[in-house]
């Protein structure tokens, strides 16, 4: 079946522009994770949708940063009036469900470029 | 608080040679797992393992294996007779009971030459 897509795959913005990336996760995958990972750099948690419930937004590094997802589909992750420090590859992560031991299943990322 | 450590930021081996990738993790959960992730030039993580805290049996994949010590809190990778496939990025990474988070570590980038 389909894995996890992310649109686009590139995105080159300049500084003070807001961007939006999308995320499609595995179809019946309750569990939707965003993670950034800067050059060289490991991945660090951004959100964590499961479900219906609240999202966990322990990791957005700034109030620039906003992650919407309806119900249990698509995820837009917003970055408001972007930085240079924004640039990074964007992950998504699907589970099917939203447990500790639960593989994620990552999609190939968007490459963020803020000129 | 949560950490994972891989102080090995890059190896580089000749092609049939064995290598192990070191993963040392901090938690103050008795229950957790652990993950070995493959990111190769692609970019797209390959899962690859997961270990619950309760299970220190070693684990045999084939050229892979991976050796759990919760005295030492380290979770290592070794690769056997390498092969130029095997070149990527690897990460380690850890999750505690309750907490749906992966905590990566910086990853260890391994050139496999021939």
């Known amino acids: 079946g389909a894995g996890v897509s992310q649109s686009p795959s590139n995105k080159v913005t300049e500084k003070g522009k807001d961007v939006e990336l999308r995320c499609d996760p595995i179809?019946?995958?309750?569990?939707l994770y965003w993670y950034r990972q800067r050059l060289g750099q490991g991945l660090e948690f951004l959100i964590y949708?499961?479900?219906?419930?609240?999202?966990?937004k322990s990791g957005l590094p700034s109030d620039r940063f906003s992650a919407e997802r309806t119900g249990e589909s698509v995820s837009t992750l917003t970055i408001q009036r972007t930085q240079q420090e924004d640039s990074a590859v964007y992950l998504c992560?699907?589970?099917?469900?939203?447990?500790?031991?639960?593989?994620?299943?990552f999609g190939p990322g968007t490459r963020l470029t803020v000129l | 608080a949560q950490k994972v450590t891989q102080a090995q930021t890059e190896i580089s081996v000749v092609e049939k040679e064995d290598v192990t990738l070191d993963c040392v993790y901090e938690?103050?959960?008795?229950?957790?797992?652990l993950f070995w992730y493959k990111q190769p030039p692609s970019g797209e993580l390959v899962f690859l393992i997961r270990?619950?805290?309760?299970?220190?049996q070693n684990e045999i994949s084939g050229r892979y294996s991976w050796n759990f010590q919760k005295s030492t809190s380290s979770f290592n990778f070794t690769i056997t007779a390498s092969q130029v496939v095997d070149s990527a990025v690897y990460f380690c990474?850890?999750?505690?009971?309750?907490?749906?988070?992966?905590?990566f570590g910086q990853g260890t980038r391994l050139t496999i030459n021939p």
């Open positions: 179809s019946g995958h309750t569990a």
């Open positions: 992560a699907s589970s099917s469900s939203g447990t500790s031991y639960n593989e994620q299943f």
């Open positions: 270990r619950n805290s309760f299970d220190e």
């Open positions: 949708f499961q479900g219906n419930s609240a999202p966990d």
């Open positions: 938690t103050r959960d008795t229950t957790y797992y």
């Open positions: 990474a850890l999750s505690e009971q309750g907490a749906q988070k992966l905590v």
